[in-house]
């Protein structure tokens, strides 16, 4: 029998107060039915007595049609002295008409006297006249117990007053908050124990990762007894986020065996997890547990040698389980299987002992040194190994090129390009403007080749990376261009490293344009 | 009495093996010094077996005087089959001549038999050897049982005997590695009490991230009893990263009251975490715990309100212990205290609720959502700062420029810029040659104002940093130069924002002359 964990999502709430984030009420649809297909229990889904925008998204959401999940909306105990029928945001949280509301309240006697100035009998009465109005509009009541653990070490019998004044009036869930993220995982086990121990409810945990443990206090939390999770996708939150449940989830069905998404949901996972972080513009983070770009990329020898025999060695988890894949990566500690897996897909007669490989490698390291990395630029590496067993065709010549740049830059295009280049034996002389000289130079050199190659006017380019490699010799440092392209099937990669950020980006270009006749010409 | 954890850094060994980290010599030396002026305890700063450039820096290393660390270099124990003494490797790790090495071995009986494919008790004989070959040559042996909790959870006996088999031989300390990053906190604390009933030895903690609880296991594993903590500045490592010292450090010595750094140098952290994060050329994590930009950064209305009327209600730690600092988000009251800062040291004169600071906020909102950033570019908002209040004189007037690149590059200086100014009614005309467009208009931009200026013959640029803003539109894309410079004694940093790299150049080039005569003249 596998035990069921829920999983509460506040991804649209507590996330939404994450530095650099803002959704949309468009993107806030679009996050609610993606969590609603991952299967998550609870959705968050906004605080509407703090911000306006919320209730019309709660108006918009009575639209969609969820499977899965039951809608909740989050707001505060009722200000003190104030009676709770007549509380603002109370009104504000009721218009929401979610079936469930999130209430909060003070669990730390600090905060009772010194931040929201009341007593502490006043406190436990915000609690139960709001947990007990919420039942009588027939809301189920999920109580958040704020600062719970920094108020439980504080004063204990005071904290655990609070939750009985909220169950007492009826509330359905008591989830304990980390609210300040700084609980260590065996204070944070040791009182969920404690606490399980005193009262009787189902109980839930909220964590902050200010001390940078927010997975591993919930999971101890589990562990301790809890039975509902809080948090948010890619932990986004205020300061240093809330609990990742990207991190969470995986770690609670495949490594304890609880069951938190239906069936079938795990690998869903770090599609939902990176789709969230376009919608929420944030870059997506390489190194993320479990659905990071990086989280299975290989780059040590004997790491790559060891996941070829036995992905086991170097992997807790297969990737596939939650949708993520394995990568070698390219480089001088990557070693020579990795090199000569590239090696085969040009040419499958060459071995590892091959003289080729070894030249293969001498040059990869030489470019490496000179500040080259082929990580992501998989196809300028491919055109290094071509050129190496002369399975390489030169496809065009340029016999030169100059790139004028003037002052002043208002006049929209400031630069302009003009470039001459053959294709066998007959030339083309084209020019062309474009914001500024990589881009000037960028159209002129596709212009000019379009000419003999008219599949390149499906080629465009959707990425341009610059990288500093050297910076103390200034505006004459060395840099290194990546430009990712694509024909609108396939992407592919390309890399140019120079002192002049023009030849850099040449470079790459060349490369990248290169590559696509040659796939085409295969 | 406080206890000492010894902190071991290998942020340039295991570091280097994170995805897009690729330090150069001197990056490493100039992190080598970094590291040690943080007073860590051990600095593990290559693998001179696996990578040959590690021997180059192993050389240079001794030009360096360490006040605090012991360097050390990593390398396996021995092949198997093969005398200690003729394996190529191991020749490797004592040319690099350091006081101390890590030997890695195998504890995970499944990696002997399946991976490295020799017998559990050759491996015993594997460790043994090297271990006691390297106390032979006077070396202070850390060992670093690969896989030991995974190889513990699978043949715990075997595990045991390879810890002993070091220890036997000499080893000084025995490193408990969870090298796949799996293991959950209970279970590190757990086998770490085992293991410290079993064996008598000093014991350090190795983790990884993959389960996203690498800080948390190294915290329980000392909290278990280990008195070594192995990480990488940032978290920096191969697949998740590394335990993240940046984490470990303060939680140790704030909430659990160990000593891990000399005293004072807590504060230096953030500080440290961010050089690293510019050598490694990658951007610094902001809701990196304890370190990050948004670390103490609030901004919900209530938490806003908490921390204003006592900083410990939203704040688990004081910022000011790890050197980073409150911040209070898209609030117009904060930000307005912030920016009177900068403007009262133009003009003490304005208050909080003068037009000027309005008009400067304003200005301010406008320039950010263009992509302007002023961190670390405090002259660029000096000069918007002395705009808006009349306290800015044009010094010089650019009236054009062009600037020529030409195909081929290899004949050294590949661009031309002619430039016209005029200072008090006199122009001046000259041209340069440099290595690209930016270093071509640099120098020429120069070389005209010093006829005027001749203390700009004192200003040289020290840092040059292109960050792309917006990549859907590749080689168009806006972006964000960074320039900072020096008059030999202050530096100061300037930005410019553009589609065009050449205008964002300039830009950040013209602040950081105005800025520099201003500052000579006042």
């Not at 109005?133 to 809301?139: A, I, R, T």
């Not at 036995?310 to 020579?336: A, D, K, Q, T, Y």
């Not at 430009?483 to 099937?489: A, C, K, N």
Request: aromatic fraction near 8%; proline fraction near 3%; charged fraction near 25%.
């Amino acid at each position: 029998m596998v035990k069921k964990i829920c999983i509460y999502d506040s991804t649209l709430r507590d996330g939404a107060q994450g530095e650099g984030i803002s959704f949309t009420v468009a993107d806030k649809l679009k996050i609610t039915a993606k969590l609603d297909g991952l299967g998550v229990d609870y959705i968050e889904a906004g605080n509407p007595g703090s911000n306006p925008k919320d209730i019309e998204f709660f108006q918009r959401l009575k639209e969609l049609k969820l499977k899965n999940a039951k809608l909740t909306a989050f707001g505060s105990t009722r200000r003190a002295n104030v009676e709770v029928d007549k509380d603002a945001n109370i009104m504000s949280l009721l218009s929401a008409e979610t079936p469930s509301v999130a209430i909060f309240g003070k669990s730390w006697d600090f905060h009772v006297t010194d931040i929201i100035r009341t007593t502490l009998e006043e406190n436990l009465c915000m609690i139960r006249d709001t947990v007990r109005y919420m039942k009588h509009k027939d809301k189920e009541v999920i109580y958040d117990a704020e600062h719970f653990f920094d108020g439980y070490k504080a004063n204990p019998s005071y904290a655990i007053d609070t939750l009985e004044a909220a169950l007492q009036s009826g509330a359905d869930w008591i989830t304990l908050c980390d609210t300040n993220g700084g609980t260590l995982p065996n204070e944070i086990r040791d009182i969920v124990k404690k606490v399980i121990g005193e009262i009787n409810a189902p109980i839930g945990i909220h964590c902050h990762n200010d001390g940078g443990m927010a997975v591993a206090n919930s999971i101890m939390a589990v562990i301790g007894g809890v039975t509902q999770v809080q948090g948010t996708m890619n932990g986004y939150g205020e300061r240093c986020g809330n609990a990742d449940l990207c991190t969470i989830i995986p770690n609670l069905e495949i490594k304890l065996k609880y069951r938190c998404l239906p069936e079938g949901a795990l690998k869903e996972l770090t599609a939902a997890s990176r789709f969230i972080s376009e919608l929420a513009n944030m870059t997506h983070y390489s190194g993320a547990p479990f659905v990071g770009h990086s989280a299975f990329a290989h780059k040590g020898g004997m790491h790559i040698d060891g996941v070829s025999k036995n992905p086991h060695s170097f992997e807790h988890i297969p990737p596939e389980l939650v949708g993520n894949s394995r990568r070698f990566l390219m480089s001088e500690v990557s070693g020579r299987s990795t090199v000569l897996t590239s090696i085969q897909k040009v040419d499958p007669a060459i071995t590892k002992d091959s003289e080729e490989t070894y030249n293969i490698i001498a040059e990869l390291k030489r470019l490496e040194h000179e500040g080259y990395q082929f990580e992501g630029a998989e196809s300028s590496f491919e055109l290094v190994i071509r050129r190496a067993l002369g399975r390489y065709k030169k496809l065009f010549e340029v016999s030169d090129f100059k790139v004028i740049s003037d002052e002043p830059w208002s006049n929209g295009n400031s630069a302009t390009a003009i470039i001459k280049i053959w294709v066998n034996g007959v030339q083309e002389l084209t020019a062309s403007e474009g914001d500024g000289p990589v881009n000037a130079l960028d159209i002129a050199l596709r212009k000019a080749l379009t000419v003999f190659y008219p599949q390149l006017n499906k080629m465009r380019l959707v990425d341009y990376k610059v990288r500093v490699l050297d910076t103390t010799t200034a505006t004459a440092a060395k840099v290194r261009v990546h430009i990712e392209s694509t024909d609108g099937e396939r992407s592919w990669g390309t890399v140019g490293v120079s002192t002049n950020i023009l030849e850099a980006s040449w470079i790459a270009l060349v490369d990248s344009i290169e590559y696509m006749l040659i796939k085409y010409m295969d």
